[in-house]
């Protein structure tokens, strides 16, 4: 099993531009995460998904935020337009039916200038 | 609201044993979960309490007790390659409410 596959690995941009960082979950879970881990505010849960369906999305900070599952085995996270504090690890996780268990991406490392 | 507690940083030595508490002011989850993070790696998966009690997972052990609303993990046998961050976590609903974490760096 491949676990779970973020991309890209790291991405550098300049505020005003929009960002896309893809996550493919674990082949068989049926629920995704993202998250985002600073130093000043730890790891924040966004966003997550049962079933390809967007359950709860209040964690994610304002409308330049948005998420897409269009199928069981691809998510999107966009932000458009970046600013510099969106610079943080954005984290996807899936799971499956041992719902205390969440198998995490290797992040993607934000950084807008 | 919800909140895990857990002190910031923990340090301590090879082959010691120490405990990294998690206090927590919210009720009605399924159970505890503890992570591990190492530098510029991904949180993982560690150990699950869904009943009060003691979970022994190798060198590794985790407590809950809800009517303290309070938990920790035990590392025994302390190994260089166990510094890392610790993140307790209780299973709420769907999702895992983080706590604070704890960063524990082992000396030889």
């Known amino acids: 099993d491949a676990g779970v596959i973020q991309s890209p690995r790291h991405e550098v941009t300049e505020m005003g531009q929009e960002v896309t960082l893809r996550c493919k979950p674990i082949?068989?879970?049926?629920?995704l995460f993202w998250y985002r881990q600073t130093m000043m505010r730890g790891l924040e849960l966004l966003i997550y998904?049962?079933?390809?369906?967007?359950?709860?999305d209040s964690g994610m900070p304002e409308d330049r935020f948005s998420a897409k599952m269009p199928n069981a085995s691809f998510s999107t996270l966009k932000i458009q337009p970046s600013e510099p504090r969106d610079s943080a690890v954005y984290f996807c996780?899936?799971?499956?039916?041992?719902?205390?268990?969440?198998?995490f991406g290797p992040g993607t490392r934000l950084t807008v200038t | 609201g919800q909140s895990l507690e857990q002190p910031s940083e923990v340090t301590a030595v090879e082959g010691a044993i120490v405990q990294i508490n998690c206090t927590y002011q919210?009720?009605?989850?399924?159970?505890l979960s503890w992570y591990q993070q190492h530098d510029g790696g991904a949180p993982t998966f560690l150990s699950y309490?869904?009943?009060?009690g003691l979970e022994e997972t190798g060198r590794f052990s985790s407590f809950l007790s809800r009517s303290d609303s309070y938990g920790y993990l035990l590392l025994q046998e302390l190994q260089m390659k166990d510094s890392a961050s610790y993140f307790c976590?209780?299973?709420?609903?769907?999702?895992?409410?983080f706590g604070t974490g704890t960063r524990l760096q082992v000396f030889p």
């Open positions: 998904f049962n079933n390809n369906v967007p359950i709860d």
């Open positions: 919210t009720s009605g989850f399924y159970g």
């Open positions: 976590a209780v299973w709420k609903g769907d999702k895992l409410i």
């Open positions: 082949s068989g879970h049926n629920s």
């Open positions: 309490n869904a009943l009060d």
């Open positions: 996780a899936s799971m499956g039916t041992r719902k205390y268990e969440q198998y």
